[in-house]
């Protein structure tokens, strides 16, 4: 190879990967600084199983992202199955009385309780009570967090 085919050879390389920067860098969300998030102001989207309101997932200045959102659930329904996610979460319960499963121990807990959900450990919850369960998630990622792990391997 000559001199003048690497030359070719790496501007046109530098041109393919162009596209790709200008898309990698729109697809960033600015870091999230001091906000206040008004309750009322929230949108409600309902779900199969009572409601929900996303008040942000953003990156911040020492988090990769963090991420609230409210889950109002119906008596007797739970969000989704048992998962697990390799981000760790908060939930803080509002109001109702909620069966919370985390490594196969089962507990039921009402308002003002706090679950903490580690990073790949199997959990779960459910709104054991005759009311409708509200209850807070924040989430968030790190340089730490894995990569989600496949449902098959579970």
């Not at 085919?5 to 990967?17: E, K």
């Not at 999230?32 to 200045?61: H, N, Y």
């Not at 390799?86 to 985390?102: N, R």
């Amino acid at each position: 190879m000559t001199k003048r085919d690497l030359t070719l050879i790496g501007i046109t390389m530098l041109v393919m990967c162009i596209p790709l920067a200008i898309i990698a860098h729109k697809n960033q969300q600015p870091e999230m600084s001091s906000t206040i998030f008004d309750w009322s102001t929230i949108k409600v989207t309902p779900t199969k199983t009572g409601e929900r309101r996303q008040f942000f997932q953003a990156p911040t200045p020492t988090l990769n992202e963090l991420e609230c959102h409210v889950t109002t659930l119906n008596p007797g329904e739970s969000p989704h199955p048992p998962h697990q996610h390799p981000d760790e979460e908060l939930i803080i319960i509002k109001e109702g009385t909620v069966e919370s499963t985390a490594n196969g121990v089962v507990k039921r807990v009402g308002p003002g309780s706090v679950i903490f959900q580690a990073a790949n450990q199997l959990h779960g919850l459910k709104n054991i009570g005759t009311t409708q369960a509200v209850y807070h998630v924040i989430k968030w990622k790190t340089e730490k967090t894995g990569k989600p792990i496949k449902a098959g391997n579970l």
